[in-house]
């Protein structure tokens, strides 16, 4: 008893300091950034990608939710992305008479989370009575019919109001009215309302957010059904309640992202929602360590900005990317390059300090992957 | 175009998806791993077979053999490269492993042959349509022989892993690794092997896939791809009439939706039977019942 005690106690405490950490790398970026921004040192390439990868680190840290703690394998993420996108623009162009830029903003977050996460308990009661690859199959599946549904969807506005069809002919405006939607061509003319503070608010807000379900009564729930679905729903925890929490805030929070994200840019087709979007945020969340938040703002920011950084490489510059990408999960994952790794991280430990490394059971790790 | 010849396009099309479903299952049942790269061999195999056909002047059968030698190769060195170190690990990092091997042969090919799209000659062009029933039924050569060689395939193939000493040993290690090691299984041959067929498949897919529809990019592989994935869970992910089963109802309900439904929705049409056929299936038409014990 008293050791499961001291291990519940240290449990908390390396929640807490991971939390720390989290809010602590997500700040000192923002300011060290902000900084650079005024002194003038970062390009201007490099300061379009700021919105992105504020989007990007919400994305991977609310898909490492539904990956890492509630450890289903989930490869429709941009999905939810582009559902808040589409609804943050219309949202954004309807109360576009509001006055100040930033209401308009939190309003268009706002909605693109609610359409996200109520496309996120619609798809939830199916996909989450699946198990393993038949469930990533079907989060794949849900992603690819939210990116073709929204290729074949027309909106505009007049005075009248919000017109809504499938076809362009189906849309008859005034002269004042203006599309919104243009199906395959996406939103166009979009207002820039999205801005660096923004960003790095609603990163704070999904670092809030995640990290205190994590550490709440319900989280632990989450990660007991992971760990041990059949264990967990013999001591009376209800596996589809628990994974539709994590799954709808995880929908909720990348719908936020994704209005964030769509506002940055003037035009935004769906087909930037597509497939590889969601496998791209993935990569994030598994480089980042799963499970691991702090891994996951570092990576994504990395991941996003190394792209760009090698230019000097042009041509080579994805393939580059890819050879990093195998070379990092293979000296990450394979077993003899684990050991080798971790017996020098050992010694440095042994020789420079006399904390104690917390170590997750091995089994449990094991397990995470979902694709069982 | 009437009803009958939709639902032959259906069938060569969903051949094309049940032989690359196959590579996906036959990996996926030994390996239990979801090897996404097998799109991008597919796209491979077809560039390697345009450069025999347009630059090297060879005849079809030589060019699609020189195709499928260096699909069995590049399978066999990307199994050995990349997914043997990480065998036994967590299968997300295999997963995201494979996607960079992805990656890295789509931008292979951008580098190689650039990003403007290939026009591929049919392999039959020379051949005439068929018209049959009074024009009612109007076969092309690449449909005729897309039906004939996936059947062809199927066949051969059941027979390798029924009748085979080497399909026995797969099957057994799909069944049971450990067990078939201590069966005297070697079995890393029989993962090598299995993904030398499956690449080879990969390669005669994709020269029928572009005979059929013949613009060849570096992205050509990575839709057929994800739709043979799906052709695959479809069918039972891991069993080999699964595959074909899937691959083959994929194909026709993509095109008959296409004729009569709409065009941009097919997609969604066919991610949407799948989902339905999950819901009420869980592992698939043919796949096998998992029981969980504690």
């Given at each position: 008893m008293n050791t499961l005690m001291k291990m519940t106690k240290s449990n908390m405490n390396q929640y807490k300091r991971s939390a720390l950490w989290s809010y602590g790398i997500t700040i000192a970026g923002f300011v060290i950034v902000s900084i650079m921004v005024s002194a003038g040192l970062i390009s201007n390439s490099l300061q379009g990608q700021l919105v992105p990868i504020c989007a990007y680190i919400s994305l991977a840290v609310s898909l490492n939710l539904v990956v890492?703690?509630?450890g289903e394998l989930s490869l429709g993420h941009a999905g939810f992305m582009a559902i808040g996108a589409f609804s943050g623009v219309i949202a954004a162009t309807l109360f576009q008479?509001?006055?100040f830029l930033w209401v308009k903003l939190v309003i268009a977050i706002l909605v693109g989370g609610l359409f996200a996460g109520v496309a996120g308990v619609i798809i939830g009661v199916p996909v989450l009575r699946l198990r393993g690859d038949y469930l990533a199959i079907v989060t794949l599946a849900f992603g690819e019919i939210i990116r073709n549904v929204l290729n074949v969807i027309y909106v505009g506005l007049d005075e009248k109001g919000l017109q809504v069809s499938t076809?362009?002919?189906g849309i008859h405006l005034s002269e004042q009215g203006s599309m919104i939607l243009n199906g395959p061509?996406?939103?166009?003319?979009v207002t820039k309302l999205s801005t660096f503070f923004a960003g790095f608010l609603l990163v704070m807000f999904t670092l809030f957010v995640v990290l205190n379900l994590i550490n709440s009564k319900h989280g632990r729930a989450i990660m007991a059904m992971r760990d041990n679905r059949i264990a967990a729903e013999s001591v009376g925890l209800s596996a589809t309640n628990f994974k539709m929490t994590a799954f709808v805030t995880g929908a909720i929070l990348a719908g936020m992202a994704g209005a964030l994200f769509a506002l940055n840019y003037s035009t935004v087709a769906?087909?930037?929602?597509n497939f590889n979007t969601s496998i791209f945020i993935l990569v994030f969340v598994v480089l980042g360590g799963i499970g691991n938040i702090t891994g996951s703002i570092i990576s994504a920011a990395v991941l996003t900005i190394l792209p760009e950084a090698l230019?000097?490489?042009?041509?080579y510059r994805m393939l580059t990317y890819a050879i990093v990408l195998i070379i990092v999960m293979l000296a990450t994952n394979n077993p003899q390059l684990k050991a080798l790794t971790a017996a020098a991280s050992k010694q440095f430990k042994a020789k420079f300090s006399r904390t104690r490394v917390y170590k997750r059971p091995q089994k449990a790790d094991e397990e995470m992957g979902g694709t069982k | 175009m009437t009803a009958l010849t939709y639902l032959t396009g259906g069938l060569s099309l969903g051949s094309v998806y049940a032989i690359i479903a196959l590579g996906y299952t036959m990996v996926y049942g030994i390996a239990?791993?979801?090897?996404?790269a097998h799109g991008d061999v597919i796209m491979i195999g077809g560039y390697v077979v345009f450069c025999t056909f347009t630059?090297?002047?060879?005849p079809v059968w030589l060019g699609l053999l020189l195709g499928m030698v260096v699909c069995t190769v590049l399978g066999i060195v990307i199994e050995k490269l990349a997914y043997k170190p990480l065998r036994g690990t967590s299968s997300l990092a295999v997963l995201i492993t494979a996607i960079g091997v992805s990656y890295f042969l789509q931008n292979a090919a951008l580098l190689v042959f650039g990003s403007a799209p290939k026009v591929f000659t049919s392999m039959f062009a020379k051949a005439n349509n068929i018209e049959l029933a009074d024009g009612k039924l109007i076969l092309t050569p690449e449909t005729i022989f897309t039906i004939l060689i996936c059947v062809l395939i199927m066949i051969g193939l059941q027979v390798f892993i029924t009748k085979t000493k080497m399909g026995k040993a797969m099957r057994a290690v799909s069944e049971d690794n450990d067990a078939a090691r201590l069966m005297g299984i070697n079995v890393n041959q029989a993962i090598s092997t299995t993904f030398a067929i499956g690449s080879a498949l990969a390669a005669v897919a994709g020269v029928l896939l572009c005979s059929s529809y013949p613009t060849l990019m570096p992205t050509t592989g990575a839709m057929p791809g994800i739709k043979a994935f799906t052709a695959a869970v479809f069918g039972g992910i891991g069993s080999i009439p699964g595959a074909m089963v899937g691959g083959l109802i994929l194909g026709i309900i993509e095109i008959l939706s296409r004729a009569y439904i709409s065009t941009e929705l097919s997609d969604a049409i066919v991610f949407g039977v799948l989902i339905v056929v999950l819901l009420v299936k869980p592992t698939g038409l043919l796949g096998r019942k998992i029981t969980e014990k504690v």
């Open positions: 890492g703690i509630s008479s509001l006055p076809s362009m002919d061509m996406g939103a166009t003319g769906p087909v930037k929602f230019r000097q490489f042009s041509d | 239990k791993m979801l090897n996404f630059y090297m002047n060879l």
